[in-house]
């Protein structure tokens, strides 16, 4: 709803969104689902002020894939490729608005990373 006035709140949103993302939420993941499109939406509008945000974002993104790759609760698999989806869609936004810089940081994840879901979102990222 702010569009590009979201820029005036990034340190704060940043916190939260890294808090959001960190914590698994039950079995529907509501939550992260929905702080992955605020981080999308985040992305779109204030995209001239993300690329100091790539390192701390890609790290955040990563381990929440890597996490719900290896998570073994009663999560749907339906709601696994939703967070693994939005996450990647996040990470193309990314390296969108950093020209690239996301792609070179993860050439070496991809090059050392042996699970093919995890491989499957870096190879999307790296394409786009």
């Known amino acids: 709803r702010l569009g590009i006035l979201i820029a005036r709140h990034l340190k704060r949103l940043e916190r939260v969104i890294l808090s959001y993302l ?13 702080i992955l499109e605020t981080l ?3 992305i779109e509008h204030a995209w001239p002020r993300m690329p100091c945000r ?15 790759h290896t998570d073994q609760s009663s999560t749907p698999e339906l709601v ?5 989806q939005g996450a990647t869609q996040c990470l193309i936004l990314l390296d969108r608005c950093s020209e690239g810089r996301v792609k070179d940081l ?3 994840v991809h090059n050392s990373c042996k699970e093919n879901r995890v491989r499957e ?5 790296r394409e786009n």
């Open 22 to 34: 960190e914590v698994y939420d039950g079995p529907e993941e509501e939550a992260r689902l929905g």
């Open 40 to 42: 999308e939406c985040t």
């Open 54 to 68: 790539v390192p701390v974002l890609l790290q955040a993104l990563l381990k929440m894939i890597w996490d719900v």
């Open 80 to 84: 696994k490729d939703s967070l693994l």
């Open 106 to 108: 993860l050439e070496g």
């Open 121 to 125: 979102c870096i190879r999307k990222v």
